[in-house]
């Protein structure tokens, strides 16, 4: 039997000197002959998911505290082992208490490329977004919640490109069955329902100048009419079936119409939006993708 003569306790009293912490391994820094695989450049390294809150200004200029999840990642160059990890989550919290104005993501961009000693940067802050919204009819309003991702990266050049992701939900009212719902009444005094659906259209802009999140949620809104409701009456299911009758579309359409508010936006140089329709008439979902088409663009 091996017998060992650690000692098996933790001693809160311990202290850490410097003379200590230089004694402590760094394989991350180690010497590239300690890199295993294809000694090669990697595009993004670091750490996902990490969370906090985090300040943001509404379009009417209040402040937001909302709890956000943070990617960041920096380029790691052929010869170098590896990253300090923890040191993005440091970086990153010395901006903790700012306002998240798009130019705050530059700065700490900038703060990753210097504080790992990187040539490239890359950030995502994730976090649900909410704006209250009226009922179609009643007086009630309640709060709608909105899948938001602000994203940015920074090249070796210090060239920024930001992305603003969005999940916009929405009820899709099929066009054929409306039809073939309303041949059955006519013909044959049959009652019948036309179908449909939750749905969701999932964006990516490319911003050329900055967009407000209200912006973006009111130029969906605009592009497919039928959002889902929050609070609601009896007039207000009417009122919604009547916004589905005079809104019935195909996948197709909807990916169609938000081309159409995208593609004209000054401050929109790229995107592409991927329209789902969860069909409650088959066991699969209807799916339709749109890009503004520009060379090497979002695909």
Known sequence: MITSNLKRIYDPTFVVTDEYKKTLPDLQ???????????????????SNFKLPLKFPTRDGDILTLEVSVDGYVGLDAGKKGINMSRIMRSFYKFKDEVFHPEVLEYVLQMYKKDLEARESFIKLSFNYPMLKDSLRSDLAGYQYYAVSLEASMDAKDNITHFMHLDFVYSSACPCSYELAEHARETREVASIPHSQRSEAYLTVQLRDAVSIEEMVELCRDALQTETQVMVKREDEQAFAEL????????????????????????????????????????????????????????
């Open 244 to 299: 589905n009758g005079a809104y019935q579309k195909f996948v197709e359409d909807a990916a169609r119409l938000m081309f159409d508010k995208l593609d004209p936006h000054p401050s929109i140089s790229d995107f592409v939006v991927r329209c789902v329709h969860m069909e409650s008439l088959h066991s699969h979902d209807a799916v339709s993708r749109i890009c503004k088409g520009i060379p090497c663009g979002l695909r």
């Open 29 to 47: 820094n180690g010497p590239a002959s300690l890199i295993e695989g294809a000694n090669v450049p990697i595009q993004q390294v670091g750490i």
